[in-house]
């Protein structure tokens, strides 16, 4: 997932990162293709080169060496309202048809039968990022058709279309998952699948999301990580398989 | 006014002078410099009723929330940054019979929001924010505003004036000029927007430190009611410069904090079992060894005219 | 997002890049690191009908309203500051016929709650302002908003977005990570409203040494396009730890900008007469010794963990 | 001036020091009975010690030395509409009846006989500050019955007072000249004769003002200079006489 997640970054480009997975592929992507790549934590490091993994997005090692540090309501302010972000990472336990996300609560808000942390910077960054890439394994409980809270809203909130709802950025234009990659429809902003892991097959991913699932025109396959790449993650990057589990 | 009486005093003393029982009580920082010395004295003194405020609770609010300190948690997320749940919050707001803890729930744009409404004394902020979420259905208090140039509808949030804020620095002077590096979150707006600040730091200096390089001051000594010297008063949290993150604790909590009792032993042993942060650290040999931070200087710069 | 284009480049090749005609121009700085040498670039290329806006005009602005570069002013304190007024900026505005200016005014908080709105892409600012005073009768884009807590009505400033923002600092790397210290102004908020971002430097610097500080980053290179090495590009204003403000040539200006021909012939000597700073410098012989900063050092601060 | 004006400050306060005779009167003070006095500049210096006489409220020896340099937005949102400071100093080219300052247009704003520099942070230190302290020379020029323009609003303008504005601060609780010292009468705002300096008549005082200036119930006499605050003024705050012209 990490290597297939840091192939969505250009090089130059401006990255909200995120903690675990999307921090992997994003120093995955700075130590191979895209060596400009600014990365910029909600914590306020701008322009981050962690000398080691870091084991949150608030990690001392994330300041040494910086660009610029700068407080949070500048993070949230000058750069992220400020439509500087071209792509946020974002993960969640469930992604629903339209790419809502929710990182809140399962059951209702009042009484919910499993508390989340809640949004943290989640739900200004899908609307504020450029676009954003959605970080989740694949199953069934994480894929319904509707989750039970919008922390983080997608294409389509409430029915009601992004565009209309006035957000700035383009939302989630791809979830990279186990198995899949899946894109969002251009049109309806549903789900659909995109690209299949190398020996996996569309019924299997269609068993694991909780909606009729569409497949695009070209269900394309996901190179395998190039060895370099594994060598990297595991011998560089995540030694101590802090994210690398199992 | 800057009050000429003086600021220094022990964790004892500004806990007691400064906290009482329901008051809005804010431990900022964002993993950076988090004051447990603080909070552990606010245990030991047995406060309740409190209103806890921060954007993420960590470890240091489920002590509190576990030890019975709390009445109503404000926020934007409450987990075990890099690790996990808080199990005594998640307990005190999970279940059949409903929350224990009054919770009133933003983002994280939305308690800098909040903070930074306070610290101008500007009665709300305008934010261009959660259109799409279900957050304002979750919080009646995120509302809205038209601006009267574009007929814009923004989202706002509401002032947060604390009733005391506690700013864990690497150095202050007596006076309680803060000067603070790394990681600096939302503490400068939390303290502008309290009605009483305390200071911890891990070095008292002498004036001409603080003087030496103004531009370095986040907080004024005039808005400041209480400075208190505790070295590694922000463990397991860290300071830039000073000592590390101990991540293993961080990792330890999601054990201790998912049984009651362990939970139970814990708070006994270390924090109703010792007097003061020296005492905590003494149970602790090989810490200090363990977490000292390495030497990365600043290049200089040049006040002179 | 990050170009790679080199972004180092001349005065010269920076003005003609990003300063055209008819733009929304920023040269901020209040009192400190205020670019006289972009200003006379501006003057040499021979912009026209310019919005100049800025908190203080200050002499450069009065000299680039004295050039003809300038269609409108967008301000909120128009003097020579400590000395007294601007003239070619009042022959302007004063007289029967009315101004030859355009006049947009605000207060100080005003215009920083402008930039502040810009750069937070929020249309608009609220500030508790401006209640008993007839500038918002002078100037109608002062309007108001009702709190949606309190029912309060509070002023409202608009947004600013310049087409381009240029700023005097110490350092930067060749990226455009700049370092400021002394007064900061409102330059990190003109910078972060503004379409397009010019540095101009004292000090270009190895990344290393921006990488050594970074709280000290108030202008991340991400948002500037150019990236300009002028060392006493300030003058006659200054840069804190490189040299003082020549407070001799800012009592000189009452006398030279009371009289048109005066004001001309300092143009025409000292800034179409030379090629760049390098070449105005040469016309001041003795100006370097006199104003060079003595030293006073920043007390150092580790950033290792 | 500067002497009579230092002591309206007391030690500890927290004082917005403007340029000229102010910043004059506020080291006068700082180096003799207000030695804990907190100077704030607008231009973001706190707590300044300045070695020499600034030249102007960004003078670089504002900021060496200093306890404190911030951003502009900080000292107008964070210092003084937060309500931190207690005393602003004010100055102007004209002022009314009712404490009014007027630093804009002599003349219409529209055609302006002259065009003065305009508010800078007058206004909103005049509206913040919980009380100010206005200096100016005394004339009929100076006081005239109302300005041309209020930059500075005092304890009425327009005929409302400044209560009904919901003005956080106090307003000119008085006002230092070269003749006589004026103050606010607490109940209708409009300012009346205080004190007189030795040897300076009421009638003399009235013929400067521009409208019929009462006198407050008890006018006192001005204390004459210290000989050791004209000593220090004269040899080491101004030694070049920048502003003790005359």
Redesign the interface.
């Known amino acids: 997932m990490a290597t297939v997640a840091a192939r969505e970054l250009a090089d130059g480009e401006v990255v909200f990162v995120g903690i675990g997975l999307p921090n992997l592929a994003c120093n995955l992507a700075r130590a191979t293709h895209a060596p400009n790549l600014v990365l910029i934590y909600e914590s306020g490091a701008v322009g981050a080169v962690p000398e080691r993994l870091p084991v949150s997005i608030g990690d001392p090692a994330l300041v040494t060496g910086s660009l610029m540090v700068c407080g949070m309501a500048d993070v949230f302010q000058l750069f992220l309202q400020n439509g500087r972000i071209e792509v946020g990472f974002l993960g969640g336990a469930q992604v629903d048809r339209y790419g809502n996300i929710n990182t809140t609560v399962i059951g209702t808000y009042e009484r919910p039968r499993v508390r989340l942390p809640g949004s943290g910077g989640a739900a200004e960054i899908a609307i504020h990022a450029r676009r954003t890439v959605i970080v989740s394994k694949l199953s069934p409980r994480a894929f319904p058709e509707q989750v039970d809270f919008v922390t983080s809203p997608g294409h389509r909130s409430g029915g009601v279309p992004r565009d209309a709802l006035r957000m700035p950025g383009a939302g989630p234009v791809r979830v990279i998952t186990d198995k899949a990659i899946l894109a969002a429809d251009p049109e309806a902003g549903e789900l659909i699948l995109a690209a299949l892991y190398p020996g996996v097959t569309a019924a299997e991913v269609k068993a694991s999301v909780g909606w009729p699932l569409a497949a695009g025109r070209d269900v394309g396959c996901v190179d395998p990580p190039a060895a370099r790449d594994l060598e990297l993650l595991r011998r560089v990057l995540d030694p101590k398989k802090l994210y690398l589990k199992g | 006014?800057?009050?000429?009486a003086p600021k220094v005093m022990s964790m004892h003393a500004a806990i007691a002078a400064h906290v009482h029982d329901g008051d809005t009580v804010v431990i900022e920082g964002?993993?950076?410099l988090i004051c447990f010395a603080a909070g552990h004295e606010i245990i030991r003194q047995g406060r309740t009723n409190l209103t806890l405020a921060r954007?993420?609770p960590d470890l240091i609010y489920d002590q509190m929330i576990a030890a019975g300190c709390a009445r109503k948690l404000v926020?934007?997320?409450?987990?075990n940054?890099?690790v996990g749940?808080l199990h005594a919050?998640?307990r005190a707001?999970?279940?059949?019979n409903?929350p224990r803890l009054e919770l009133e729930?933003?983002?994280?744009?939305g308690m800098?929001?909040r903070?930074?409404a306070g610290?101008?004394?500007?009665?709300?902020w305008?934010?261009?924010?959660?259109?799409?979420?279900?957050?304002p259905?979750?919080n009646p208090?995120i509302?809205?505003?038209?601006?009267?140039?574009?007929g814009?509808v923004?989202a706002?949030v509401?002032a947060l004036h604390p009733d005391v804020t506690i700013v864990h620095a690497?150095r202050a002077d007596a006076a309680g000029?803060t000067?603070m590096?790394?990681?600096?979150?939302?503490q400068?707006?939390a303290a502008?927007a309290s009605r009483r600040v305390i200071v911890v730091v891990e070095e008292l200096v002498d004036?001409s430190?603080?003087?030496?390089?103004?531009?370095?001051?986040l907080i004024?000594?005039?808005?400041v009611d209480a400075v208190v010297l505790e070295p590694w008063g922000a463990h397991p949290s860290?300071a830039?410069?000073?000592y590390?993150?101990d991540?293993d604790f961080?990792v330890a909590w999601e054990r201790i904090s998912r049984d009651r009792d362990e939970l139970r032993r814990y708070l006994d042993e270390f924090v109703h079992g010792v007097r003061d942060r020296a005492a905590y650290m003494e149970k602790r040999p090989g810490l200090a060894t363990r977490l000292k931070?390495?030497?990365?200087?600043?290049?200089?710069?040049?006040?002179?005219?």
Not at chain 2, 105 to 109: A, L, P, R, T, V
Not at chain 2, 126 to 135: A, I, K, S, V
Not at chain 2, 181 to 186: A, K, N, Q, R, S
């Open positions: 006014m800057a009050d000429s964002f993993t950076h954007l993420t926020f934007s997320w409450a987990g940054p890099g749940s919050f998640r707001v999970e279940g059949e409903g729930e933003y983002s994280h744009f800098v929001a903070f930074a610290a101008a004394r500007l009665p709300f305008p934010l261009r924010n959660y259109m799409g979420t279900d957050l259905r979750a208090r509302a809205t505003v038209t601006c009267p140039y574009t814009e923004l706002t509401p690497q000029n000067q590096w790394g990681l600096v979150g939302v400068k707006e502008f004036e430190v603080i003087r030496s390089d103004p531009n370095r001051t004024p000594g005039m808005i860290y830039q410069g000073y590390d993150r991540n961080y931070a390495k030497q990365r200087h600043a290049s200089g710069v040049n006040y002179g005219f």
